[in-house]
Each structure stands twice: as structure tokens, then as C-alpha cells.
């Protein structure tokens, strides 16, 4: 019972894996992008024991939960409940915050109604969710919604020239012809040439019924004006269509602090309770660096059974280098990174043991300063009887390890096997991949003196002090400094307004199980021209999404049913076999190949079928060369890791081969193994060599090695950074005391 015991591991890329995983242990599972790690870790491990925990609730529980289909596994012995820490987003809405998730909201709301003066109301009424509590005119949220008309109404336009500018209200649009059918306007008079009675009419009237309504008018319809619509459908209601056209929603729609409340979210009475001269709202929007200090000048003996626990809770969270936030921060704005140390947290201050954790790149934003904080954490989790599974690059995670599994020795289809097991003194020995990259010598670029610079002057947002900074042209310059020390505020607000500026960041591509590599890059069109022309069949016939779908499954390759209470039921289509292609289709070859034979080669192996199509090798090349060579052609987008998303953004513009453009990179290297960060290094200095500027923001020690140009910012997170600690040649960062980047890089480079 000491080891889980996998038998016969085929999901995905696995090559039919037996492995032991020591339990009580922390083992980190390594290798390249692509190798296997997560089939392995996440789509096995952690899927069969999700879905076997699931079996033991009720048919109606089970229906509540995340289904999990059985993974591609013989056997799997000895495994216990598992706990997955991602690092997806926490999510939630603007009354999400970091304090409601974390917990710690509520022993603030109990401090402040045992010690704070006067006594106003028990704890739960100290919260902007509390009807009683919150402020009314922005009904908890501290802020209040507007709409721009100016922004909604395009003047110059009539009703039928689409002048209410927003989808869904045009006149061919059903929401449209609720005004173009009214017969209370003139569909073809400009809005500016409108009598003030007019424009009343269409933008505020309460919904009524029509008198004397015309033909083409909905029986049952009431007519509103569209500022009443609009409010009711994109504001009030926060559904479907509002994510669906939220960046309309964005354009139109104007956030302005509350009046009354000053974005504090609750009513006077509660704020007019203080301790130390303080309401609970500005308790929690300060840094939570500075809410310790506040804590510690309090000096009440009744409530020292309450600060204690919170301050370690506030301690916990400034160990793991999230200092620099707040307790009023909305979930929604934090990044992956930090919503995973933030679970972290939460799992740390469990009771619960026996149970294996398993956690996904921990080191994703975090600057090696910060990674010695997170491995105490880990270690903690792991010292209170529990395994802890790990999917890591980062060397001083995998250092920390008491067992290590390295799967490669490739990706993708070369990947899949157990490549090495044991301490990371014997992986050192090794010959893998990883075992290399740990053992490999780095020293600092040649430097070479800019020829000229972008200025950014006076920059003071968030944290930043101040700061003016020059960033050499034509070069690669990262930016460094720990989690929260203004790296990312200083670049983004700086170039927010420069002309031929390109952000390629980890947000995820809009794309569903129907979007695959090849729609993105768009060559699928010219694939299916190549098939056409070879088979005679309509260009149409090879989309799965059109007339060649498969007509049992429609071109989904799996069919779903549901069973009422039971959990949904999936298979592969048995006419297709998961093709999602017409039989007729599938049949239809070129050189051995059906379209769907084509969709399962890797880009690599594109690059050899297509060997003499230029349009599509030159963009299939391009992708290979960003590392995801071991991709599949037909690979939906929505299954893509954020690092993996940003290297096919990045290979677009490679295509173009654009010129004199800034680039701007937030941490490229995530989920990058050390041994393939060369793959990068090189494509940045070929956007440097056509001309482009190169603006890394970036923790990763292996790649300031290969900048130009070094930024520091610091020194500590939130408050206590935003200063410009060092920018300049990178061997001049070396000498700088102050700074966490200059004493990491040292060692690295030793």
C-alpha cells in the first residue's frame, strides 16, 4: 500500500506505461512539452480518481458533478482521493473577491464587529453580499454601470443603416425591427436630424403596449426603448448573450465609482464602525503586506484570539509572494498564476491527509525568489501525510523532489515512455532531456551597444514611482523583478499607445472543438483545395463543419446521451470511428491518405506530405518552428496549454515576416521544458535581425541569459516594489545589491 501502482497507461501518447508512484512522497513528473506529463499525471491519475469518487455519490449528485470519462488504464491500485490544484482562473464575478474566496473575509468581518467602535451589527452584516449591509446604489459592487450613448447611437445613420450600433439591433436583426416595425419612426431620417420628443421616444420609453400597432408587429410584443432594453438584456442579466458580445458590451457600456459608497460596497451605517480610524473596506484595500502592520498595532486582549489566526493566514499568503495584493481584489482579474497559489493556500490550511495533490507548473509567474517560498509549501502539504504529484520544468522545483519521473524522450508521438525514475542527484546522471538541460553551463550574451531607444516617461500607475526608462530598439530586452513588482503594468501601460506594438499573450484563442490548428493558421481551406483538385469531389465535401460532415454524429466524431439523472454518456460514432467525416469522404484518398488521415499527422509530418505545396509547408514550418512541431494538424484549439497558445499566435506573425514592430512577450517560456527554450531564443533573435524591437517580460533565468537588455524592477511586490532597480547591459545587473533577479542570475550563471 505503499506506491500507486498503474498498470497498462495508453492514454493519449502513453506507450502502454507501468509505473509505481511512491505515496507520503513529493514526486515531480518532467519532460518536453508534448511528452506525456499531463496524460500521464492529469488525464489518468487524477480523471480515474475523480470519476471513482464520483460512482460513490447518488445518480443525482453524480448528474451535479463534472463527468470524467474511465481513462485508457489496465489497472490502478492504491489510489486515493486526489485534489487538483490548475491553474485555470478562480473566475467567480465582481463579488468574488480575494478575501471571499480565501476565507479570510470572514475573520475580518469578525474582528471588526467584535473590536470596532462604535458596535454597528454582528459579522455577517459586514458583508457587501448582506442586503442589509450593502450599499444600495450599487447594491454591493462599489461601482455603477452607465451607458454611452454616444457610443450606442451612430447620428449620421437612420434605422435601417444599422444606427443603433450594437449586434442584435440592427434592422435585419429581430431586436432591430422591434423599433423598424413599430411605424413610430421614420426607419430612413438620420438620428441627428431626430426632434428632442423623437429621441425620447426610441431611447426611453417604458415598456407599453402599441395602439393601432402595425401589420408586421408582434401580437404579444410590448415596445421599449432601447436604453430600457439594452439595461435589462446586458446589464441587469448577466448571461450568455453578455459573454457572447461582451466586447460590444465593453465598448458601450461605462463602469464609474459608486457616489455613494466611493467603491467601499457598503452602506454608512456599517462603514461608520472603525478600529484604529479605519473602516473594514479600507482594511481590505490595503495591500496585504500593510494589513499585517495593522494588525500589529492593535493592542486589544479580546481580539488577540482573532488576529492571530488571520495574521497567519495574511502571512501565508505574503510566504507564497502574493504580498502585493489585496483582500479586495476581484477573482476575475487575477491571473492563472496567482489563482493557483491562492488554492494553494486553501489546501495548505486543511485538515484533511491522505489524499494525493496534484499540481500543475507551480512555478508559472513566479520569480525564483518566489519558488523557494512555494517549495516550503509544498513540502508542508506533503509533511501532514499526503502525496504530492507535481508537473514541473522549473529546476529548482524539480530539485526539491523526493522522487522524479522524466517521460519522453520526445513529444507527441515520440513521446510516451518512462524515460528515467529516481533522485534528482541520479537524474543529473542521466540521459535525458531534462537531465541535460539541469546539467548544461549558461553564460550571459555578448553585449552590443543599442544604437537607439523607446522612451517611456513618468509612468505612475498601480505601484510604479514615477518611472522613465529607455528600451533599446532592435534588441531583446527582458524585463525582470519578483511577482508583483510592476514588470507587466510598466510594458503595458508604456506601449499601451505606441504605434506597431504586438502583445502575444497566454489568453486563450475563441475557438471551440470545431477549431483546429489548421482553421487557425488558415490552410485548412487550401488543404481541402489539394484534396478536391486530387479526388474530383467538391472542396466542400472535406469540412466536417459543412457538407462532409458525418450525418450519425454531425461531424462531432462522438456522440452524447443523456440520462436524465445518470451522468451523460459518450462513444465515438460507429459510423465515422470519431473521423467525423461521410464515409464517401473518408474514402476519397491521396497518396494513401484520407482528409482525416491527414488531421492525425503531426506538423512535422505535414511538412513531409505537403512537401510540395509552399502556402501550406511555409505556415506548417512556421509552427515547427516554435516548438510544436508534435502537434496534430487536426488538434482542437480548445485543448491547447497557454504557452502553447501563445507559440501559435507567434507563428502568424512569422509568416508575414513583419517588420519594425515591437514585440511584447508576457513570460514566453511557460510550459516550455529548459532543453527547448533555445527553439524561442532563436525565433526572437530572428524578429530582431528582420528589424523588430523584442520586449520579454520574464522570470526565467535561462532566457535572461540571452537578452540584450536587462530591466529590473523591485525590489519586493505591491508597495514595497514599482522602483526601477537596474536597466542596462545585462552584465551590469550583477552589481546591483538590492536586487532578488542580480543574486539568482549570479548563481545561475556560476
Known amino acids: 500500500m505503499n506506491n500507486i501502482i498503474i498498470k497498462g497507461a495508453k492514454q493519449n501518447n502513453l506507450k502502454n506505461i507501468d509505473i509505481e508512484i511512491p505515496k507520503n512522497k513529493l514526486t515531480v513528473f518532467t519532460g518536453r512539452s508534448g511528452s506525456g506529463k499531463s496524460s500521464l499525471v492529469f488525464s489518468t491519475i487524477a480523471a480515474e480518481s475523480e470519476r471513482l469518487l464520483n460512482e460513490t455519490y447518488s445518480s443525482y449528485i453524480q448528474y451535479q458533478l463534472t463527468q470524467y470519462a474511465k481513462p485508457e488504464v489496465d489497472k490502478i491500485e492504491n489510489l486515493p482521493v486526489s485534489m487538483v490544484i490548475s491553474q485555470k482562473r478562480l473566475g467567480g464575478n465582481s463579488r468574488s473577491t480575494v478575501g471571499t474566496i480565501s476565507d479570510i473575509y470572514s475573520a475580518v468581518r469578525l474582528l471588526w464587529s467584535r473590536v470596532g467602535q462604535p458596535f454597528v451589527a454582528y459579522s455577517n452584516e459586514f458583508s457587501f453580499n448582506n442586503p442589509t449591509a450593502m450599499c444600495q446604489t450599487c447594491q454591493g459592487l462599489g461601482y455603477v454601470e452607465d451607458i454611452d450613448i454616444d457610443e450606442l447611437l451612430d447620428y449620421d445613420k437612420s434605422l435601417n443603416e444599422n444606427a443603433i450600433n450594437f449586434p442584435t439591433f440592427g434592422p435585419n436583426h429581430w431586436r432591430g425591427k422591434r423599433y423598424t416595425f413599430s411605424g413610430l419612426f421614420d426607419n430612413d431620417k438620420k438620428l441627428k436630424d431626430y426632434t428632442a420628443e423623437e429621441m425620447d421616444t426610441l431611447l426611453y420609453t417604458a415598456p407599453k403596449k402599441l395602439k393601432d400597432a402595425p401589420e408586421k408587429w408582434p401580437k404579444t410584443a410590448k415596445f421599449e426603448g432601447v436604453i430600457h432594453r439594452f439595461r435589462r438584456n446586458f446589464l441587469i442579466n448577466d448571461g450568455f448573450e453578455k459573454k457572447r458580445w461582451i466586447n460590444d458590451v465593453n465598448r458601450v457600456v461605462t463602469e464609474q465609482t459608486c457616489p455613494d459608497c466611493h467603491g467601499k460596497r457598503l452602506n454608512a451605517r456599517i462603514l461608520s464602525c472603525k478600529i484604529n480610524h479605519l473602516d473594514i473596506a479600507d482594511f481590505t484595500n490595503m495591500t496585504i503586506c500593510e494589513e499585517i502592520d495593522f494588525l500589529d498595532q492593535i493592542n486589544d486582549d479580546k481580539a488577540a484570539y482573532i488576529i492571530r489566526p ?13 504580498g502585493y495584493l489585496t483582500l479586495s481584489r476581484e477573482t476575475p482579474t487575477l491571473s492563472g498564476g496567482e489563482s493557483q ?20 507548473e507551480p512555478s508559472v509567474g513566479l520569480h525564483p525568489e518566489d519558488i523557494k517560498n512555494i517549495n516550503s509549501i509544498i513540502r508542508s502539504i506533503r509533511d501532514k501525510g499526503n502525496t504530492v504529484l507535481v508537473v514541473e520544468h522549473d529546476p529548482d522545483i524539480i530539485k526539491t523532489a523526493d522522487h522524479i ?24 546522471k542521466s540521459d535525458t532531456a531534462t537531465g541535460h538541460a539541469l546539467k548544461q553551463q549558461h553564460q550571459l550574451k555578448e553585449p552590443k551597444t543599442p544604437a537607439a531607444f523607446i522612451h517611456l516617461n513618468n509612468i505612475s500607475k498601480n505601484n510604479l514611482k514615477n518611472i522613465s526608462v529607455d528600451i533599446p530598439k532592435r534588441a531583446i530586452t527582458t524585463v525582470t523583478g519578483v511577482a508583483g513588482s510592476g514588470k507587466s503594468t510598466l510594458i503595458k501601460t508604456g506601449f499601451r499607445h505606441q504605434d506597431k506594438t504586438i502583445t502575444i499573450d497566454q489568453k486563450a484563442v475563441h475557438a471551440s472543438n470545431r477549431s483546429n490548428l489548421l482553421t487557425y493558421t488558415d490552410i485548412f481551406d487550401d488543404v481541402r483545395a489539394f484534396f478536391s483538385k486530387e479526388t474530383g469531389l467538391k472542396k466542400s465535401l472535406f469540412s466536417y463543419n459543412s457538407e462532409g460532415a458525418c450525418p450519425n454524429c454531425n461531424g462531432k466524431g462522438v456522440l452524447k446521451t443523456e440520462l436524465a439523472f445518470m451522468a451523460d454518456f459518450s462513444q465515438i460514432c460507429e459510423v465515422c470511428n470519431g473521423t467525423r467525416y461521410k464515409p464517401e469522404v473518408l474514402a476519397a484518398t491521396v497518396d494513401g491518405y484520407s482528409i482525416a488521415d491527414v488531421l492525425k499527422l503531426t506538423v512535422d509530418e505535414g511538412i513531409d506530405y505537403f512537401s510540395d505545396h509552399d502556402r501550406i509547408t511555409e505556415t506548417l514550418h512556421s509552427l515547427q518552428a516554435t516548438g510544436l512541431g508534435y502537434m496534430t494538424l487536426g488538434q482542437s484549439l480548445d485543448t491547447l496549454s497557454g504557452g502553447e497558445v501563445q507559440r501559435v499566435k507567434l507563428s502568424k506573425y512569422l509568416i508575414e515576416k513583419v517588420t519594425d514592430h515591437i514585440f511584447i512577450f508576457d513570460e514566453p517560456t511557460t510550459g516550455l521544458h529548459e532543453e527547448d527554450i533555445h527553439v524561442l531564443v532563436t525565433l526572437f533573435n530572428q524578429l530582431v535581425d528582420q528589424g523588430n524591437t523584442v520586449i520579454l517580460i520574464e522570470h526565467n533565468l535561462t532566457m535572461m541569459t540571452a537578452a540584450d537588455w536587462i530591466i529590473d524592477m523591485g525590489p519586493e511586490a505591491g508597495q514595497h516594489g514599482g522602483e526601477l532597480l537596474y536597466s542596462g547591459l545585462p552584465a551590469g545587473l550583477l552589481d546591483v545589491k538590492d536586487s532578488y533577479t542580480a543574486r539568482h542570475l549570479k548563481r545561475y550563471i556560476k
Open 310 to 322: 488571520l495574521r497567519e493566514q495574511l502571512q501565508s499568503l505574503v510566504d507564497i509572494g502574493l
Open 341 to 360: 497559489r491562492i488554492k494553494l493556500i486553501r489546501h495548505l490550511n486543511s485538515p484533511l491527509t491522505d489524499l494525493v495533490y496534484i499540481i500543475d
Open 405 to 428: 519521473v522524466d517521460i519522453g524522450p520526445g513529444a507527441g508521438k515520440h513521446g510516451g515512455t518512462i524515460t528515467f525514475e529516481g533522485t534528482y542527484q541520479e537524474l543529473l
